[in-house]
């Protein structure tokens, strides 16, 4: 018997499946999960809490909490990336994509091209439509099977994991549906009216 030419530990080796392509350019990992809000946490009881999606000014619906937990829930294993540099993978989500909530007002595609979301507390995020549908995001309501952490956006937040996290909007209470992309909160300080992590769309003029 002959020793093969190449040893396995060197041929038979696999390409390192590091989470290097994962992480976007000037983030890190991090294995917490840390809280950033720009305010104190709202205490919205479940009882006074409702969703309601807008266009034109025009109310399309409104939904309970009861309600709202009734629509078809999708779940989420998804990488979050932060602007002030931490990012996270993996992370396991379920709620209801923005795909089913138009689908329950019976509208096939959205009524415009950008979004403004609305949240209690006051903040808000600008979206383009395109970024929300077809799966790409949901109003999330659980977080790694638990529901959401009040400091983590509970009961409800937007999630949109592929655009950096300021855009996934805590405390969540409704989406205007607009003609125009008309910054929110963080992106009327500096930030990106965009937000792209893989092209490190951190400030306005990224
Ligand atoms: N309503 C609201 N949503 C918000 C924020 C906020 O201050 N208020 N901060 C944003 C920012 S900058 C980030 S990084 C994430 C942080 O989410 P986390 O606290 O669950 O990590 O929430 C985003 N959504
Ligand atoms: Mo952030």
Redesign the pocket.
Known sequence: MSEPPISRGFHGRKKPEGPTNRVPPGQHLVSD???????PT?QTKLEVWSFTLEAGGKLLKEWSWAEFEALPQTKIKTD?H???T?SKLGTNWQGVTIDDLLAACGLSEPPAPYVLAE???????NLPVEDLIEGKAMIATRYEGQPL?P???GPA??LVPHL?????????RGIQFREGDEPG??EALGYHIYGDPWREQRYAGD
């Open positions: 999960f840390p809280v950033l809000s720009a305010g709202p979050i932060c602007v002030t931490w949240c209690d507390g006051g903040y808000t995020t952490e400091e983590h956006g937040r937007l950096y996290f300021w855009k996934s909007a805590k405390w969540v909160f963080w």
